[in-house]
Each structure stands twice: as structure tokens, then as C-alpha cells.
């Protein structure tokens, strides 16, 4: 896809490449990841060029940039946002954490793998965070035949305002993942707001794991 500049997006100088990690310009693993196996180097830019595959074909960009939402880890202006990743050790999971089994995985004695996302917004107050972290759930477990990974978990790191209700919504949704396979639909059965259910609306695009052709 042809990158066509924003005025809100920067020049190419405001950017570090896709192919490389710089750490400083990287936000730092959040309690979310703590006591999980964190990526970094090429590990981490592996997942995060997924990502950016994965936010690009279920439209997950920041609008106040206008740019795909991975292209902020890459963004020198704010060198502490972005998403982190870890792979789960299934020992350090909360008891009450839902967890696949694994059961529709070709080696059954393997477990499910799980990747944990932590996204750090430029802002406390960022008013995208619920919206940008629902939309990255969805395009993570909505097109889950693109990877790996029986789950994968989203978090807005603590520093945000309204990170306590924006978790406890995607912690619910990632159950309800677990328990029936499909991704939660708004209660109204509208369209979501920055505060209520997950985006169900219907756009033209291919059709994921999640049973919609939402943009998120």
C-alpha cells in the first residue's frame, strides 16, 4: 500500500524504519507483561509487523495522526507509546483469568499459546484508547488463522485515566472469546460508543473469526 503522507503524520524523519527496535523510542513493558516472556529486538518486530498487517486490512489507525495504529510504536515524537508484547506463561496467570485449552490444536499435548498486547497511549487522557485497544482486540482474534496464537490479550497500561473500565471491558470480551469462540456484540445491537459494547458495524472487508465484517 502506497504511504501517503498526513498532515497529522509526520515526515518520514519523524519515523524510526519498520525493520528496526529501537528500545529508547520503544514504551516500557507495563504490569500486564510483568513475569511474562517480553519481546524485544527481532522477536518484537516480528509481532508488530503482523500487527500492522492485521490493523491495516480491519482499518485500526489513530485518527488524531492519521496513521495505522502500529506506526505509533515507530513515531519519534512520542518515544513512550506504542504497544508491547509477551508471550503468556501459562504458570503466571491469574486463577481467574479465562485461558483457552488448546483442544483444536494439532499437537494436543502443547499448551495454547497466548500473546499479551499492552498498548501505552501519547496521553493519560487519550480519548481513543477504549475504541484503539477494542479495535486491536478484534483484529488480533478476528483474524486469528494469520497466526500463532489460540488468544490474544489487549490492555491499556495503567497510566491511562479510564484504564480500570477500559480493562475490565476487554477482559470481558476476551471471556466471552473463550467461552464461545465469537467476540461479544454491542448490547444495544448499535454501533459502539467509546463506553459501551464492541463494534459490530458492517463494512465490505473478509469476514474473521470474530463473525463480523467490522472495521475494528
Do not use: K
Request: proline share 8%; net charge negative; hydrophobic share 35%.
Amino acid at each position: 500500500m502506497v504511504n501517503v503522507p498526513s498532515p497529522f503524520g509526520g515526515s518520514d524523519d519523524t519515523f524510526d524504519t519498520y525493520d528496526e527496535f529501537v528500545p529508547g523510542h520503544a514504551p516500557a513493558p507495563g504490569d500486564f507483561l510483568d513475569g511474562h516472556d517480553v519481546l524485544d529486538g527481532r522477536e518484537h518486530l516480528a509481532v508488530h509487523r503482523l500487527a500492522r498487517e492485521l490493523f491495516e486490512e480491519r482499518a485500526v489507525y489513530d485518527m488524531t495522526f492519521g496513521y495505522n495504529l502500529a506506526r505509533l510504536n515507530n513515531d519519534r515524537r512520542h518515544p513512550d507509546a506504542g504497544y508491547r508484547y509477551a508471550v503468556e506463561r501459562p504458570g503466571a496467570v491469574d486463577d481467574d483469568l479465562p485461558t483457552p485449552d488448546g483442544a483444536d490444536r494439532e499437537v494436543q499435548d502443547d499448551e495454547a499459546r497466548v500473546l499479551r498486547a499492552e498498548f501505552t497511549p501519547t496521553t493519560a487522557f487519550c480519548p481513543q484508547s477504549d475504541t484503539l485497544t477494542r479495535g486491536s482486540l478484534r483484529a488480533w482474534n478476528g483474524l486469528a488463522e494469520r497466526h500463532e496464537f489460540e488468544l490474544v490479550r489487549v490492555r491499556v497500561a495503567p497510566m491511562h485515566q479510564r484504564a480500570t473500565g477500559i480493562n475490565a471491558a476487554l477482559r470481558e470480551a476476551e471471556a466471552t472469546l473463550v467461552e464461545t469462540g465469537e467476540l461479544p456484540e454491542p448490547e444495544d445491537g448499535n454501533a459502539a460508543t467509546p463506553r459501551d459494547g464492541f463494534d459490530g458495524d458492517a463494512v465490505p472487508e473478509s469476514a474473521g473469526r470474530d463473525g463480523s465484517r467490522a472495521p475494528f
